[in-house]
């Protein structure tokens, strides 16, 4: 895509006010041009197939199809197609199921219509946005299941039987099939696909940071920032950064 091509969105909500909403804010900034509005899951879906958009603000909750099957679909005809979840419900296995159907972003109702602007915009450069406050009950979310199932798995060895650990509460170097440190834990723990600073721009990306934070942080340019990125990807056998933070998150690599 060019610099001076505008880049085509539609919009889908089954509410008036919520569709007036999106379109408020995307019309803030003339990169952007809205080719279509749909009503329901089902219309979106048929609309993407013709009018082939290259962005998606999709709200979950609609009647016909919900946007959660929308994004399925449209995925199916056409991976090429990015898709932003839009929502008032910071339910994380909500976000969980987005990303299961293939979603690039998941962002809330109640942002700031210059958070959103932003974050179309990462979209757009092939980012995934995801906000530390999401990335946060992520991390919460995770570190409660897997305390949950420790003491589960203990009473059960209490009872005699041989408690069996599960793989995200190993630690990284007991049977992980990746082993990347965090930052309070940078040595020693075994072979890993990546290089030293690719963990670092990994554990950057899970906490939520953009291409442009990292590169600043690390004095070097957002184009090589990005190169990390892919080879990151390509070596975890994963699609964009929101399946990325959810490894992270698995993998235990940020710290609480």
């Known amino acids: 895509m060019s610099m001076t091509e505008q880049i085509r969105v539609l919009l889908a909500d089954d509410h008036p006010h919520g569709r007036e909403g999106m379109r408020e804010i995307v019309g803030m900034d003339a990169s952007f041009i809205i080719i279509g509005e749909a009503e329901n899951g089902e219309q979106a879906t048929v609309m993407a197939a013709e009018l082939r958009p290259q962005l998606i603000l999709m709200d979950i909750n609609m009647p016909v199809m919900n946007g959660m099957e929308a994004t399925q679909m449209i995925k199916t005809i056409d991976p090429q197609i990015k898709i932003i979840m839009v929502t008032v419900s910071d339910d994380i296995s909500d976000l969980f199921e987005a990303i299961k159907r293939g979603a690039q972003g998941y962002l809330l109702k109640n942002l700031s219509p210059s958070a959103w602007l932003e974050y179309l915009r990462a979209v757009a450069v092939d980012e995934a946005p995801l906000s530390k406050e999401l990335a946060f009950r992520m991390l919460q979310e995770f570190n409660s299941g897997r305390n949950e199932q420790v003491k589960t798995d203990a009473s059960h060895s209490d009872k005699g039987k041989k408690a069996k650990i599960p793989a995200a509460a190993l630690p990284l170097n007991a049977g992980s099939d990746l082993t990347i ?34 590169a600043e942080a690390f004095m070097i340019s957002e184009h090589t920032i990005k190169n990390h990125l892919k080879n990151i990807l390509q070596k975890l056998h994963l699609d964009n950064r929101v399946q990325l933070t959810r490894y992270a998150l698995e993998k235990g690599l940020l710290d609480k």
Not at 192 to 201: A, D, G, S
């Open 181 to 214: 440190p965090t930052s309070n834990n940078s040595a020693g723990l075994g072979k890993t696909p990546l290089t030293q600073r690719e963990r670092e721009v990994l554990e950057q990306v899970a906490a939520g940071h953009s291409n442009r934070q990292i």
